[in-house]
């Protein structure tokens, strides 16, 4: 007998001989039933899963309220950007015009005011834009406007299936072999449809594919203050919207917003640059521009990263400009350039003579982006960088041109070494080439500048000389600075500290702008600085250490060749007056060189200016710098003559081959000077003393000089040739003064 702990043996019974079956009909029978059943609630499943996507249940009110608000601000962003390409064509034609009419000798033409018209009409809808346009694009849309949007989504919806439907059968028809890759797409298709349908699901509820809804950010309250709009508000996509597994494309697979922000992000990502949100997308005629966002570091990864991503777009060398903002320190312009950004720039506007005050603005260039720059050199110092072909001639030109058109303004050309302002020579006072007329140009101004610094108080000018075509402002060109004698350059180091104030202000010209051109650390002691095609070196000279961090790049600029123009003429700048400092790249405009001559042939028909009385009396009590003076033993010998002599203003005008003032006694005091010079050939002196050289001018010429003293002969000889000097031991005396015969022949003419 068993115990109650041993196990007990289960008995399984043996498997009948004749087990009972199903019959196969009523197997065949059942699983028809089952089938059916499952396909009749597939089909409940699909038709309202279709019913509910055809009535668009998948878009709320709120999302179709913002793809509304979106599709309105771009269609007024396309809106815009048409505008401001039509103001530019307008632009071009009207500067053209001006150009021809300038030509012809007139002053204007019936094509000229046509055109004028045309451009006011334009620039007007443009203001009207500015002021009602954003609050247009982000009013919230009214019922009727969702109505309309809901209806246009589902006849959308409905037109998409029934045009894809009749392209599937005429493919199937057309190439059978179709109907082989349909079958595993179709079965994927009913099992998607069929699944059961959830009302107010936050599953994807579209039986097709479709693009996600873009977030569409409000600009601004619309009821505060019109709803303007701030940079960088408008966000198109960020990186989290981005599909899982995407690949870069170039940007010629663009076409709209959304492909742009998607191209940048992705392009971003691939190459580990921290771009998260791009906003305020824009087509431009040369490319694309957007906002973007970093969320760590700053946009400076964009810049170091910019060559690149230039692969990546598929554009050309430089076609990546980033410009980072002030305003948000985490954000930059992007503009994707595969054209010419400046193709519809204005050209350069007719000025009539002394139609400008030197304290006026004028127009000198277009940035990128197409906005002005527009200059007031009125106590600005300036210094100018552009390797070999940067176009620093244009450069200095443009602002040239601008200045010789001021009716209170004197234009002096200083260079040592090539043309300077050749084309508007006609238009410049002074145009000084060699060493010695540049070194005396320069200390005449410079003296006058510290003249001017003690009369301003006496002429009630209070804190900064006014200009006037009476006390008339001297603007100086110096091209080629590094070329300068060493006196040049210390003459003009020590105008840039003084000048300022004095309205003698000075534009320094230079192919670099590290100490190695310049000599002195001036680059960063300027008010106005600009570069064009350089070194980097240069850049981080003239604009920072950090500057190309910042987003300057001149460096990356081409310079021009024998037959290609590149970049030649593009700038970047600072400290242009009334104009934040933004890393911004912009182009000069210049000039043919018959119209600068034409302009400066009129300027000169007009007058040029010469400088005040006031300023030329007050020179006779300022004292010369010590580096500029002789040097004399105790014995009153000459040691060490005068590097450079202070000039009368005639005697300046004379040794720079420049027109005497109109109404000059030039030509007497030049027969004084030249009897004078002939006096001493005869007697076989290099000297002589005042009150001898005027009893042997009297016995020379009598009916010229007779009667004339000491006293009348430093008098007459006072504008022309200056004072007395020291001539050391002579006549029994151990210094008398008088002249000396190399200083008066020095302002005979040629």
């Not at 009369?455 to 009476?470: D, I, Q, V």
């Amino acid at each position: 007998m068993a115990t109650e702990t041993e196990p007990v043996e289960q008995q399984i019974p043996p498997m009948p001989t004749d087990p009972p079956t199903v019959p196969r009909k009523q197997r065949i029978d059942t699983v028809k039933l089952q089938a059916k059943a499952a396909y009749g609630e597939q089909k409940q499943n699909v038709r309202q899963r279709l019913a509910a996507w055809f009535a668009t249940v998948d878009i709320d009110d709120q999302k179709l309220a913002e793809q509304v608000v979106d599709s309105k601000r771009r269609q007024a962003q396309r809106q815009d950007d048409e505008l401001l390409r039509q103001v530019g064509r307008v632009n071009s034609r009207l500067a053209q015009a001006r150009i021809d009419a300038a030509r012809r000798g007139e002053e204007t033409s019936p094509q000229v005011e046509r055109i004028k018209g045309e451009l006011a009409a334009l620039q007007a809808r443009v203001e009207t834009r500015a002021a009602e346009g954003p609050a247009v694009a982000v009013t919230p849309p009214t019922n009727r406007e969702l109505d309309r949007a809901r209806w246009t989504k589902k006849a959308t919806r409905v037109a998409a299936v029934l045009a894809g439907g009749y392209g599937y059968l005429h493919g199937i028809a057309v190439e059978p072999a179709l109907l082989l890759l349909s079958i595993p797409a179709g079965g994927f298709g009913w099992w998607f449809l069929s699944r059961p349908h959830v009302e107010d699901s936050t599953e994807a509820g579209a039986p097709f594919p479709q693009a996600p809804a873009l977030p569409a950010t409000f600009l601004a309250d619309p009821t505060q203050a019109g709803g303007a709009m701030s940079v960088g508000s408008h966000v198109v996509m960020n990186v989290e919207q981005l599909a899982e597994g995407a690949k870069p494309f170039p940007l010629r697979n663009v076409s709209t917003p959304q492909q742009l922000a998607e191209c940048v992000l992705l392009a971003a990502r691939a190459e580990g640059v921290p771009i998260v949100e791009v906003a305020d997308v824009q087509r431009q005629p040369w490319g694309w521009q957007c906002v973007v966002r970093v969320d760590e570091g700053t946009p400076e990864a964009i810049i170091a990263k910019s060559g690149d991503l230039e692969t990546k777009f598929d554009l050309p060398t430089n076609g990546v400009r980033p410009q980072p903002l002030r305003a948000r320190r985490a954000c930059a312009i992007l503009r994707l350039v595969d054209g010419d950004p400046f193709a519809t720039a204005p050209g350069l506007p007719y000025r009539a003579p002394k139609s400008l005050s030197i304290t006026d603005r004028f127009r000198i260039g277009t940035s990128v982006g197409g906005n002005p720059l527009e200059v007031s050199l009125a106590g600005v110092m300036g210094l100018w960088v552009a390797a070999s072909g940067g176009g620093k001639t244009g450069i200095l030109q443009a602002l040239a041109e601008g200045v010789t058109a001021c009716r209170d303004n004197i234009t002096i050309d200083c260079d040592p070494h090539g043309d300077g302002l050749e084309d508007l020579g006609d238009a410049v006072r002074i145009t000084a080439r060699s060493n010695e007329q540049i070194e005396a140009v320069l200390l005449f101004f410079l003296v006058m500048s510290k003249a001017r610094a003690r009369l301003r108080a006496k002429l009630g000018m209070g804190k900064k000389w006014k200009p006037s075509a009476t006390h008339p402002a001297v603007t100086i060109f110096i091209d080629e600075f590094p070329k300068l004698s060493d006196l040049a350059k210390l003459l003009a180091f020590d105008l840039l500290l003084v000048g300022r104030k004095e309205l003698i202000e000075v534009q320094y010209a230079s192919q670099g702008g590290t100490t190695r051109y310049l000599g002195e650390n001036i680059a960063q002691m300027m008010a106005l600085k600009a570069v064009g095609p350089c070194k980097v070196g240069d850049t981080r000279a003239v604009f920072g250490d950090d500057s190309v961090r910042e987003g300057y790049l001149p460096h990356k600029l081409s310079p021009a060749t024998d037959t290609d123009p590149k970049d030649a003429g593009h700038i970047f700048i600072q400290g242009v007056p009334g104009m934040a400092d933004e890393p911004i790249e912009y182009a000069i405009h210049e000039a043919p060189s018959d119209v600068l001559r034409k302009l400066a042939a009129e300027r000169a028909d007009a007058g040029l200016l010469d400088p005040d009385q006031d300023s030329l009396d007050g020179m006779r009590g300022v004292d010369l710098p010590e580096y500029v003076e002789a040097e004399f033993d105790k014995n009153g010998d000459l040691k060490k003559p005068a590097p450079v002599s202070l000039l009368t203003w005639e005697q300046l005008l004379r040794l720079c081959d420049a027109e005497p003032p109109a109404g000059s006694d030039a030509d007497e005091i030049m027969e004084l000077i030249s009897d004078a010079v002939a006096v001493m050939d005869k007697r076989g002196v290099d000297r002589m003393r005042t009150e001898v050289l005027a009893v042997a001018l009297a016995e020379h010429a009598p009916n010229a000089h007779g009667g004339m003293d000491g006293e009348a002969l430093k008098s007459a000889l006072a504008e022309t040739v200056g004072k007395p000097v020291q001539l050391g031991a002579w006549d029994g005396m151990s210094n008398p003064r008088g002249y000396k015969r190399d200083d008066l022949a020095v302002h005979l003419r040629p």
